[in-house]
């Protein structure tokens, strides 16, 4: 265990019990789906939190496409307005 604190590991150890990159896990707490437990600036995960993701799998974030789509947002891609077309740089325009 990591630095006498029972039940917690190292976002390097986390990695390694679940086979996955060091660079995963931070991303998925920077993501919300792994809660971290701060320690000043060190990052711990909890023992059981990793036991979970490795019987259960990695949860899904809480902000994903599903959860705008389950609660009836419109997703991310339909809320953004389309572009109107740009003429080229030093294009005149041509009256019609």
Do not use: F, K, T, Y
Request: charged share 25%.
């Amino acid at each position: 265990m990591s630095e006498g604190h029972e039940g917690l590991v190292s976002v390097a150890e986390a990695a390694q019990r679940l086979a996955c990159s060091p660079a995963s896990l931070r991303r998925w707490i920077a993501q919300g789906r792994l809660r971290p437990v701060r320690l000043g600036r060190a990052v711990r995960l909890r023992v059981r939190d990793i036991e979970r993701a490795m019987s259960e799998g990695i949860p899904a974030a809480p902000n994903s496409r599903q959860v705008a789509v389950a609660s009836g947002l419109p997703a991310a891609r339909a809320e953004r307005p389309e572009a109107a077309p740009r003429s080229p740089v030093g294009a005149e325009a041509v009256p019609g």
